[in-house]
T-cell receptor, first 114, second 114 residues
Framework: GDSVTQMEGPVTLSEEAFLTINCTYT??????LFWYVQYPGEGLQLLLK?????DKGSNKGFEATYRKETTSFHLEKGSVQVSDSAVYFC?????????????FGAGTRLAVHP | DTGVSQDPRHKITKRGQNVTFRCDPI?????LYWYRQTLGQGPEFLTY????????KSRLLSDRFSAERPKGSFSTLEIQRTEQGDSAMYLC????????????FGSGTRLTVV
């Protein structure tokens, strides 16, 4: 079945460091791909999305490119801030589910220190 | 519009009791979703509605769980005869249409069964 695999956390970085969080997926057809962020005590917020191969989603300095050949959607940011500390979830919306549900990875916790 | 609202934010109940949660979606969204998130895991799909029709239910949704959306607006999720394994964050989300645009999530209801 459809699935999402994320790198395990926690990821601990110093402020202004470069961030990569790996995400790979398994799905039939052509899923849409998402990154959600969950700050402490809050619900999930959509960070960025890509709906077809080679699309690049971007928001708040974060970027991810839909790579069909490697079935990946890695999240990157050139210079992290303390305020980026949160849990990041990669997700897909698949044709097999009629695009009616999201399948999430387990999440990657990011801790950024001053 | 204030986004997706969930009530209560926290619920502590004794094993065997019934609980009910409420979700108010974004008013113009006709799709509403329920997810469950356990500690250290990504959200898992439970069920979704298009308007008042419940169109899909996960196998995670045992017979003790029931969800309704009587007038196509707010939704309720009831758990009967709660068990300790039901302890989780219950998330509601809404969207204007299927998958590719992503969802807007509420802040969730954290259930603790003691």
């Amino acid at each position: 079945g459809d699935s999402v695999t994320q790198m395990e956390g926690p990821v601990t970085l110093s402020e202004e460091a470069f961030l990569t969080i790996n995400c790979t997926y398994t799905a039939t057809g052509y899923p849409s791909l998402f990154w959600y962020v969950q700050y402490p005590g809050e619900g999930l917020q959509l960070l960025l999305k890509a709906t077809k191969a080679d699309d690049k989603g971007s928001n708040k300095g974060f970027e991810a490119t839909y790579r069909k050949e490697t079935t990946s959607f890695h999240l990157e940011k050139g210079s992290v801030q303390v305020s980026d500390s949160a849990v990041y979830f990669c997700a897909l919306s698949a044709a097999t589910g009629g695009y009616n549900k999201l399948i999430f990875g387990a999440g990657t916790r990011l801790a950024v220190h001053p | 519009d204030t986004g997706v609202s969930q009530d209560p934010r926290h619920k502590i109940t004794k094993r065997g009791q019934n609980v009910t949660f409420r979700c108010d979606p974004i008013s113009e969204h006709n799709r509403l979703y329920w997810y469950r998130q356990t500690l250290g895991q990504g959200p898992e799909f439970l069920t979704y509605f298009q308007n008042e029709a419940q169109l899909e239910k996960s196998r995670l949704l045992s017979d003790r769980f029931s969800a309704e959306r009587p007038k196509g607006s707010f939704s309720t999720l009831e758990i009967q005869r709660t068990e300790q394994g039901d302890s989780a964050m219950y998330l509601c989300a809404s969207s204007p249409e299927a998958g590719s645009y992503g969802y807007t999530f509420g802040s969730g209801t954290r259930l603790t069964v003691v």
